[in-house]
Nanobody
Framework: QVQLVESGGGLVQNGGSLRLSCAVSGRAFSAPQLGWYRQAPGKQRELVAIFTSDGTTNYAVSAKGRFTISRDDAKKIVYLQMNSLTPEDTAVYYC??????WGRGIQVTVSS
């Protein structure tokens, strides 16, 4: 059974930083397309950052230069370091594998 469990969200001030973690159980961690999406109120879920099938990373335009995705293969954890956060980054952040398996999501709120 594949499980993805996010942690590290919360409330942060404008300009602050957070690091999200996603623990992935089972063989799903080695699957391609491991990464993060987010969904803000009233908006569609959108890509934030992801490890692609060829092992490279892909970032949303809004995330480039501010967010960094990384992974610890030994611990089976994927991280999202988020810096210079703005209120526009407020959303529920989801960890995903291949857009098939999803975590429950974790709230990130950036106050102005």
């Amino acid at each position: 059974q594949v499980q993805l469990v996010e942690s590290g969200g919360g409330l942060v001030q404008n300009g602050g930083s957070l690091r999200l973690s996603c623990a992935v159980s089972g063989r799903a961690f080695s699957a391609p397309q491991l990464g993060w999406y987010r969904q803000a109120p009233g908006k569609q879920r959108e890509l934030v950052a992801i490890f692609t099938s060829d092992g490279t990373t892909n970032y949303a335009v809004s995330a480039k230069g501010r967010f960094t995705i990384s992974r610890d293969d030994a611990k089976k954890i994927v991280y999202l370091q988020m810096n210079s956060l703005t209120p526009e980054d407020t959303a529920v952040y989801y960890c995903t594998v291949a857009s098939i398996y999803w975590g429950r999501g974790i709230q990130v709120t950036v106050s102005s």
